[in-house]
């Protein structure tokens, strides 16, 4: 009886949650450079403190780092690390991974 119930239920789930990855997958841009992505999510944030960050993020990236000691690189890696958290947070939004969902769904389905 409840592999009656499970199975069509559990197909349905995972049909709808492939639909709407697939629908979000053709409505953004493809990108592949951490950078790129970076810049994109930047595009999308209106803020000033975003705009900001990017240009300061883009700054270090234009830098000559063969010239800097090994402790003004580690400062700057410290920042670059500071400056992506910060744009994380502007960012907002709640990330579920896939495993977590999986796990969410069965504990429903089962209690």
């Not at 199975?7 to 950078?35: G, N, Y």
């Not at 744009?87 to 069965?106: D, K, P, Q």
């Amino acid at each position: 009886m409840k592999r009656k119930v499970f199975v069509p239920l559990a197909s349905l789930i995972l049909t709808f949650f492939i639909s709407t990855q697939a629908s979000m997958a053709a409505t953004e841009t493809p990108v592949k450079d951490a950078a790129k992505v970076e810049t994109v999510k930047a595009e999308k944030l209106e803020s000033a403190e975003a705009k900001a960050i990017m240009a300061r993020l883009e700054e270090i990236k234009a830098m000559d780092k063969k010239s800097m000691t090994t402790h003004e690189k580690k400062a700057l890696r410290k920042e670059v690390k500071a400056l992506k958290t910060q744009m994380a947070e502007l960012g907002g939004g709640v990330y579920i991974s896939a495993g977590a969902l999986i796990v969410i769904l069965l504990l429903i389905l089962l209690l």
